[in-house]
């Protein structure tokens, strides 16, 4: 069973803005903290930003001032706002859903979604 469906990603030439999506599937959206992770080719992956149930964010060093992560309370929603995108910002980016690293178990991905950055 999809638990995180997420939406977006793509082609997009270097400066250019897309969003990504994650729509969790029942009470994960209110209860658990949600963000992106993103990989790229012989990389480890890195955090890209969280939200946690009371709006705290968080962003990895790389995309603070570039990318915007937010809630979309009416359609339970966790949106990605990502702009002036860099070539190194290619990478397959995951939807994440969790509790925090105290509680690993309840930790759930998505399938994720390539984000391909042309210069």
């Known amino acids: 069973q999809e638990e995180l469906v997420e939406s977006g990603g793509g082609l997009v030439q270097s400066g250019g803005s897309l969003r990504l999506s994650c729509a969790p599937v029942g009470s994960i959206f209110s209860i658990y903290t949600i963000g992106w992770y993103r990989q790229a080719p012989g990389k480890q992956r890195e955090l890209v930003a969280t939200v946690t149930s009371g709006g705290t964010t968080n962003y990895g060093d790389s995309v603070k001032g570039r990318f915007t992560i937010s809630r979309d309370y009416a359609k339970n929603t966790v949106n990605l706002t990502m702009n002036s995108l860099l070539p190194e910002d290619t990478a397959v980016y995951s939807c994440?859903?969790?509790?925090?690293?105290?509680?690993?178990?309840?930790?759930?991905w998505g399938q994720g979604t390539q984000v391909t950055v042309s210069s």
């Open positions: 994440y859903a969790g509790l925090g690293s105290d509680y690993p178990e309840y930790d759930h």
